[in-house]
């Protein structure tokens, strides 16, 4: 069971219309403190209003922290440059899961689970067929991860931490394979089945480009290209996708379906499809010439051109993950032989020309892990449409983690919402003859 350890800090003083609230202060490990404003109705009778969540704390957490104003991303306390270039997702996915590194013999034993449970059931393969032969690998993902709840009924009781334990195993070992299926089935080629002597990386880019025409040999500098991106995207606090899986966990969906609620957020192009826009501005762009009349565009009040991969809710500040980003794209380009990609110059350029101009400086606005993700995702044989794909694999492990801790946090209830409305007031029915 989670242990609450938020620690009281005082008491915030809120009167209004002639009733004080005494509401108390809490402080975290680090970040801000907070108001608990839970009594705040009971105590005056008013509500918060927040849209966007721009001040509000939605949970406690004790799993990833942003401190955006630094640039600083910790998992369970440690940074993510460090887990880029030492560790690996399967031992990331274990940190976020159980709070700490592994042992030798547990990463063993958890990499055994995962790597045991890549298969799907036979009868679900049936369900891609289903699909249209153009569709989008993305809604592939989201229908074909919601069923399998269909398949697993020994691991939906939710009050079970053991069959919790074993959904978790199931989603973050199965995910690879059906995103794998989702990309070949959307190229026209026959599925590839995962293969237990080949780690996480390696089996999924392989369940991605090998043929049955011939045999494939996994690069091992784009393997590991693919965990180090896995291991960014794995997790990013109560982003809006994570946000979505908690809610639909808050009723006691099963875990399955609450995936499957995050995989749809995801999709949206203000947050798991900012990659392909990214690599679609650096296309248009063309070449170093255009830039500057690009930013003087996206300088323009009302030009609605905004620079793709730059800016960030959270951080105002370099993106962390985007400084391991840019290293793993050059690394990546070298590897493929396309270090003189027109996209990766126009790239380089344009990251110089921002970051010394006044109108970016001055908003604080720095590259994010989108700006370099889908020029490197791209060389290493992805198209576009399997970018948000991706993220969502790797994002598994975090909606996951952050619903088990939901789940498991004494103070955990349905989340419900409040608004204020502005609607109608109350009238009385219209008779039809009498409306106009
Ligand atoms: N290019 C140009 N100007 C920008 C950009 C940008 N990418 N981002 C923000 N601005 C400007 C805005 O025009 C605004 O200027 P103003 O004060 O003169 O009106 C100011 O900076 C503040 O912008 P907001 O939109 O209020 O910032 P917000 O925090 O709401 O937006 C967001 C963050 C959505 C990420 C934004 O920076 C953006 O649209 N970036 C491009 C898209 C992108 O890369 N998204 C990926 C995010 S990372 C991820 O999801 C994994």
């Known amino acids: 069971m989670m242990q609450n350890k938020v620690k009281p800090n005082g008491t915030a003083t809120l009167t209004i219309g002639g009733k004080t609230a005494q509401l108390p202060v809490f402080s975290g490990t680090h970040g801000p403190d907070v108001i608990d404003v839970a009594t705040l109705y009971k105590q005056t009778g008013t509500f918060t209003l927040d849209p966007g969540f721009t001040s509000t704390a939605s949970c406690e957490s004790q799993i990833t922290f942003i401190d955006g104003d630094a640039g600083i991303l910790l998992h369970r306390g440690y940074p993510i440059e460090q887990l880029a270039e030492k560790s690996s997702f399967l031992e990331v996915c274990y940190l976020l899961l159980y709070g700490e590194l592994p042992t030798e013999a547990q990463l063993s034993t958890f990499t055994h689970n995962i790597t045991r449970h890549t298969m799907l059931h036979g009868q679900f393969d049936r369900f891609f067929e289903g699909y249209r032969r153009d569709a989008h690998p993305m809604a592939i993902m989201v229908g074909t991860v ?19 334990e074993i959904s978790s195993h199931r989603l973050i070992a199965k995910m690879p394979t059906i995103a794998g299926r989702a990309f070949k089935y959307s190229v026209g080629q026959p599925f590839v089945t995962p293969r237990n002597e080949f780690d996480y990386a390696t089996n999924f880019l392989r369940m991605c480009f090998a043929v049955p025409a011939e045999d494939y040999v996994t690069n091992p500098v784009l393997a590991r290209a693919m965990d180090v991106f896995f291991m960014l995207h794995a997790d990013h606090e109560q982003n809006a996708s994570t946000s979505t899986v908690r809610l639909a966990g808050s009723s006691g969906a099963n ?3 609450c995936i499957a609620s995050g995989i749809a957020c995801l999709w949206g192009p203000s947050h798991g499809g900012a990659n392909e826009a990214a690599l679609k501005m650096l296309q248009e762009i063309g070449t170093v010439d255009n830039i500057p009349d690009f930013v003087s565009r996206v300088k323009q009040k009302d030009s609605n051109v905004r620079l793709m991969g730059f800016g960030h809710r959270v951080y105002k500040n370099y993106d962390p993950r985007a400084k391991v980003m840019q290293k793993l794209c050059h690394q990546v380009l070298a590897e493929v032989g396309q270090t003189d990609d027109p996209m990766l110059k126009v790239a380089i350029e ?12 001055d908003r604080k606005l720095y590259p994010n892990v989108d700006f370099y993700s889908g020029i490197t995702l791209r060389a290493m044989g992805f198209p576009t449409s399997m970018f948000t794909v991706l993220f969502a694999l790797a994002r598994t492990v975090g909606w996951i983690a952050q619903w088990e801790e939901m789940i498991e946090d004494p103070t955990q209830r349905i989340g ?8 109608a007031a109350q009238r009385d029915y219209v008779p039809m003859p009498a409306r106009r």
């Open 416 to 423: 419900r919402p409040r608004q204020i409305y502005t609607g």
């Open 146 to 164: 919601g069923a399998l709840s269909a398949f697993y009924h020994d691991s939906l009781d939710i009050n079970d931490p053991r069959q919790r």
């Open 350 to 361: 344009l990251e110089k020309i921002a970051l010394n101009d006044p109108y970016f400086v």
């Open 255 to 257: 875990p399955f379906a």
